[in-house]
């Protein structure tokens, strides 16, 4: 998968997150589903990135991102069951991916 596809299936998957968990409120019958579409999207995206040019650093930070598209996915089947520990799988997901965000060393 090229990069700009790629970018572009992180982003809808990304909406897709956000649009299920604001709309759990209003309608719980629904938003598993968007949830459920978006967190498999940024699992794919993660589990396709090629690493073999990243040096040890990088290579840690993108499993820290792995893991994270994992706890969204098992996030997305908490939601299904109509549980309230997806808020908790989410809340780490979101805590490493803002931490890779931060951290990653730039391309220049």
Request: with cysteine; hydrophobic share 50%; aromatic share 8%.
């Given at each position: 998968m090229?990069?700009?596809?790629?970018?572009?299936l992180?982003?809808?998957?990304?909406?897709?997150?956000?649009?299920?968990?604001?709309?759990?409120?209003?309608?719980?019958?629904?938003?598993?589903?968007?949830?459920?579409?978006?967190?498999?999207?940024?699992?794919?995206?993660?589990?396709?990135?090629?690493?073999?040019?990243?040096?040890?650093?990088?290579?840690?930070?993108?499993?820290y991102?792995?893991?994270a598209?994992?706890?969204?996915?098992?996030a997305?089947?908490l939601?299904?069951?109509?549980?309230?520990?997806?808020?908790?799988?989410?809340?780490?997901a979101?805590?490493?991916?803002?931490?890779?965000?931060f951290?990653?060393?730039?391309?220049?």
């Open positions: 090229n990069g700009k596809v790629k970018t572009i992180f982003n809808i998957a990304a909406i897709l997150v956000l649009a299920g968990a604001i709309l759990n409120m209003e309608f719980p019958d629904i938003a598993p589903y968007l949830f459920a579409i978006g967190a498999a999207g940024i699992a794919v995206c993660h589990l396709t990135t090629s690493t073999k040019e990243m040096d040890f650093r990088t290579r840690r930070l993108h499993r991102n792995i893991f598209g994992l706890l969204g996915v098992v997305s089947g939601m299904f069951n109509q549980r309230k520990e997806w808020i908790i799988c989410l809340t780490i979101a805590i490493l991916q803002l931490y890779t965000a951290v990653t060393p730039n391309k220049q």
